[in-house]
């Protein structure tokens, strides 16, 4: 089992940056995937962005490519949001998972084991 705590949200006006970390405790961190998701209120969880075991390979949304990155540290069993030019649309909760059942990073059903959350929002 794989404890998540995500942390680095907050209120942030449009056009700032946050950075989320996701610190993972429990499993083997390095060997899964990763992945970040966030929720809005009335909408569905979205997975916004995914990286592979070491780090070589990324996914992300369309509505936060060009703008977010993923990257993780295997020894420090940390995974990072760096996110730029923020605007309204990108205030969500934010969860960490990790994919325990594939080496796809772009199904959301394969990501599990979610974090608390962090708040991120983005004042216009």
């Known amino acids: 089992q794989v404890q998540l705590v995500e942390s680095g949200g907050g209120l942030v006006q449009a056009g700032g940056s946050l950075r989320l970390s996701c610190a993972a405790s429990?499993?083997?961190?390095?060997?899964?995937?990763m992945g970040w998701f966030r929720q809005a209120p009335r909408k569905e969880r979205e997975l916004v962005a995914a990286?592979?075991?070491?780090?070589?390979?990324?996914y992300y949304a369309d509505s936060v490519k060009g703008r977010f990155t993923i990257s993780r540290d295997n020894a420090k069993n940390t995974l990072y949001l760096q996110m730029n030019s923020l605007n309204p649309e990108d205030t969500a909760v934010y969860y960490c998972?990790?994919?325990?059942?594939?080496?796809?990073?772009?199904?959301?059903?394969?990501?599990?084991?979610w974090g608390q959350g962090t708040q991120v929002t983005v004042s216009s």
């Open positions: 998972a990790i994919n325990s059942y594939s080496a796809y990073l772009s199904r959301p059903a394969d990501f599990g084991s």
């Open positions: 429990g499993r083997t961190f390095s060997s899964y995937p």
């Open positions: 990286v592979n075991w070491s780090g070589a390979n990324t």
